[in-house]
């Protein structure tokens, strides 16, 4: 039976009334309007519904909302503003880090969740960190430059 | 005539330059061959099909071409700001919308820039002519005493000024292009051959919505379908009830075989789509060749078109010795990021389609035919999807999505392909298995080449001649037939893409064994067959001049003629501190190929390195070198993505990718059981452009990926002494090879 269900979406509160098997992405996506994070595979497997829950990078794929209550979430929505964009934001445009861009919520998502525990991860690190973000493009060599420029744009 | 004169005068006012054109290329082709127009300009002659100047001080432009995450609608803003002289930020590109759009047929084979760009070029030079003559009437003046800078044209004294947004209703380009028309030479490019920021990046960084996964459309519904679980099942019974009674389920929809479920919220439809699999019984017939040598079974296939596409005889040296390899090349899938996905709905009478197809066209004549509609019935709109590389889940889904809403009234929904979907009914890459001979005389040249390669089709994207290539059209209770499969004629090719080498041999014959039967769906994958045809080539340049005894490089060098051939060879070794003769150490290895992207588009050299894990088999490619010759660059920054993301892509089908099947379905169903190069497995990639700004450009999106595999593989060679020849380099085989 729908519930309603009080989420806490980049510093805004917010209720929905949904089944709270619901995925966290359908909800954000279609509820919220919140399109930066994607469907790639619903799996947990590529990465690109990757969103950030107390700091930390989940996918938002397998994630019922009703295990979001209570915690923080940040889309790639919330990270900065046209305005002003987050460093990591600002470092992907500047590094042109995509073709199609289909992964790269998850690519930013992933390497923000990175940063906010490691300010000047090693490039092995930020491999490791991104191995479970699939990109199709081929386009990680710049989204590696990206982040080691974001990086040290906040260090 | 007139025109062009007054363009030539103009540019000699406004440069002081006036001697350039008879050193500008351009002129030459256009005193040769340039009586016509550019094809697809000639196809779509009237001007505004292509440019519209706004009072508000932009330019929109109406490509044929569609962005698929390549950047071309970039470059293409960059052309015509160029042609137009305006600034860059200026111009606004028009997503394809076939009621308004140029119709440029598919965006594919890397001809955005050299066909869409040169029809572009020509449509901006001779609107600026118009705007020009029109402020020169408007002023009193002659045309030839105007410059113009971002828009503004002055005369030669700067007394007085007129803009294009002040004589854009008047300067009227509703009429059609007239030959020929001189566009601006390349040394006086501004925009064009410098870096420019894709128009698409700043959206997609900041989660803006930028994909037609993302659009959302008032009182939308969302829509899944349930495909038969391998091609040719048969559905034996479904009970419905189980699936109309779930919560939020507006229709169930059964037509033949095409199960589709339409619902209000989007985990519904999944919800309602996991019910529908489970309420469907199947007969699955064993159909597929599972059993034994998928390269046997296609080679033994009765109905093979066997035909001789290349021939020549020449007087050389006698051959004193002949070496002769077969190379085989797996069906390889597209994987998409972003499963296939698509908006329709009926507006004004009209179904109108939000779709990441490549050919917009093509697609709604499909559609018409398949749903039995007039062709002005339908409308589809290019809306941004995950890359797709070529011929992939895109158009299907667009007419699932129309099947979807046509069974709820006209209403829209919004469909997307499950991961699942995407693997098991994408259109794969052929399956290839290639053979050369080589003859060398006692110097070690070769002589004689003779070369036969084995392919299904690599095109049956809608648009066919006899028939409708959209998949629910085939599971339809009335079914309809796919085209028939036809190759496509060189020098672009299909299964023979680049099976003609550029190297000079004294003689040659290549024939294609062309496969009409498709045991496994099949289409276009980013170079068609030239990825197996260039792996077949270049691993057996290698073997030959290992067994001439002469370094690679060296070796490639003394067959080619074409000086452009040899740079990027020269470029490449240089860039990458090739030492002729040095030896592999039986770990580490550096291996080199070349080719020229369609036998007429892009040169590209690379040479990879690699270390070799003898304990598990193990590959790593760790740096791969790229020069590249794509004669005149638009966007340098926009062509190196291009070439790196080929690299790795095709890095990761040589040694990852396979589509797995039993002898029932494709059992590649998922990201495990497809698995693609990772962040810890990617080789950095340093490309080098070679830029001809005086010559025309030649397609090089596509060109990086056809000679990864043989570089891998002769860095393999060079590093161990093993021969691959059969894709993908697994641990398991690269070990067997090596015991």
Sequence with gaps: ?155 | MALEMTRRELISVATGIVVYFSLDPYVARAADESERLPPMLAANPQLDAWIRVDPVGTVSIFSGRVELGQGNLTALAQIAAEELDVAFARICMIPVDTARSPNEGVTAGSNSMQAGGAALRDAAAQARAILIATAAARLGVMPADLAVNDGTIREGDNTRQITYWQIAAEATLARDATPPITPKAGNLYRIVGHDAPRLDIPDKAMGRAAFVQDLQLPDMLHGRVVRPPSYDAQLLALDESAVKALPGVVALVRDGRFLGVVAKREEQAIAARDALINAAQWRVPDSLPAKGSVYAYLQARPDIQVMTVSETAGAGPAISRRITATYRKPYLAHASLGPSCAVAGVMDGVLTVWSHTQGPYPLRGDLARALGLAVEKVRVIHSQGAGCYGHNGADDAALDAALLSLAVGGRVVRLQWMRDDEFAFEPFSSAMSMTARAGLAADGTIVDWQYDLWSCTFNMRPGGRDGVNLLAAWHREEPLRPATPREIPLPAGGGDRNAVPTYRFANQKIVDHFIPDMPLRVSALRTLGGFGNVFATESMMDEAASAANIDPIEFRLRHLEDPRAKGVLTAAAHTAGWMPGAKGDGVHGRGVAFCRYETTKCYVALIADCVVDRANGLVRVTRVVAAADAGQIINPDGLKNQIEGGIIQAASWTLKEQVQFDATRITSRDWASYPILTFNEVPEVDVVLIDHPDLPPLGAGEASSAPVAAAIANAIFHATGVRLRELPFTPSRVKQALT
Excluded: W
């Design chain 1, 1 to 155: 039976m729908p519930e309603t269900y009080l989420l806490r979406i980049n510093g805004e509160s917010r209720s929905v009334t949904l089944e709270g098997a619901t995925p966290l992405l359908y909800v954000l996506r279609n509820d919220c309007g919140l399109k930066g994070a994607k469907f790639g595979c619903g799996l947990g497997q590529c990465g690109a519904c990757t969103v950030i829950l107390d700091g930390n990078a989940i996918r938002s794929c397998r994630f019922p909302v009703r295990a979001a209550v209570g915690h923080q979430i940040r889309t790639l929505e919330g990270l900065g503003t046209s305005a002003a964009p987050h460093p990591l934001q600002q470092a992907f445009i500047a590094e042109q880090a995509m073709q199609c861009g289909y992964c790269i919520n998850g690519m930013i998502m992933a390497a923000s969740a990175l940063l906010e525990r490691n300010r000047s991860p090693s490039e092995p690190e930020i491999r490791a960190a991104l191995a479970g973000n699939l990109c199709r493009c081929g386009s990680h060599n710049r989204i590696l430059r990206a982040i080691q420029r974001a990086a040290r744009e906040m260090s």
